[in-house]
């Protein structure tokens, strides 16, 4: 099976979770969802396009940042002392406070994806719409640049690890939950942190708010680990390991 493989960089991006407030945590690679929405924003799809993605990386630190927050209250009318800034609605002033938070920024991100559209006929539509895209690349907020280091289409293989034998990973990477329990029993112990991860989304035709209709399980495996004798993954032509999800 042919898939894109994209090799970049990025400076300090925040890949951020969900959950996080105040302090803006940061995923240590960017979820699949943000991945796709790269790829759609490059392309100017306008309508989901269905894909598998396997993402790989590493980054040197973590370091906090300072950015500036807002809190508003569509029901609280300004009141001096207690808002710092003010916006007028018509009549009506209304209070909003403005503050700093902190934010959660990975230094010299290195990242490896590998893509493939479920229809095959997007395979080049996706190249060449990463070659020269409709809006600059970014992952994490908008500021968080991407440099593409290489592009290519690369062959893809199934592969089963031989007994007696493992292979070292390269990079941290994201493993779908469903190899370990498609190849090991239940009582199979993988070091790593599980996380659950947005990848599939919708857009609600009268509010135009995202739904997330697909997430999955995965295990987040740092480049000490290595995968054991029997289980079934994926190899490019150039020896990189791929876990598409």
């Not at 759609?40 to 598998?52: I, R, S």
């Not at 090991?184 to 857009?203: Q, R, V």
Request: proline share 4%; net charge negative; charged share 25%.
């Amino acid at each position: 099976m042919k898939a894109i493989k994209i090799k970049l960089y990025q400076n300090m991006p925040n890949y951020k979770k969900p959950s996080s407030y105040k302090v803006k945590e940061s995923y240590p690679l960017p979820p699949y969802s943000t991945v796709i929405g790269m790829v759609h924003a490059a392309c100017g799809f306008q309508e989901y396009v269905d894909m598998d993605v396997s993402i790989q990386g590493r980054y040197h630190s973590r370091v906090s940042d300072l950015y500036t927050c807002y809190e508003f209250n569509p029901a609280v009318k300004r009141e001096k002392g207690r808002h710092n800034i003010g916006i007028k609605v018509g009549d009506i002033e209304y209070g909003i406070n403005q503050g700093i938070g902190l934010v959660d920024v990975l230094t010299d991100v290195e990242l490896l994806l590998h893509i493939r559209p479920k229809d095959p006929e997007f395979i080049d539509i996706i190249y060449q719409g990463i070659m020269y895209p409709r809006n600059y690349l970014a992952l994490g907020r908008w500021e968080d640049l991407v440099d593409i280091y290489e592009i290519s289409l690369v062959d893809v293989y199934e592969i089963e690890v031989p007994d007696d034998e493992s292979i070292d990973l390269k990079y941290d990477a994201y493993i779908p939950y469903r190899l370990f329990e498609d190849c090991y029993d239940e009582d199979y112990n993988f070091t790593g942190t599980t996380y659950i991860l947005n990848k599939k989304f919708s857009i609600d035709n009268k509010t135009q708010i995202r739904i997330w209709d697909e997430k999955l399980r995965v295990i987040y495996a740092s480049r000490q680990s290595y995968i054991n004798e029997g289980m079934i993954c994926f190899q490019d032509e150039q020896g990189d390991l791929v876990f598409f999800a």
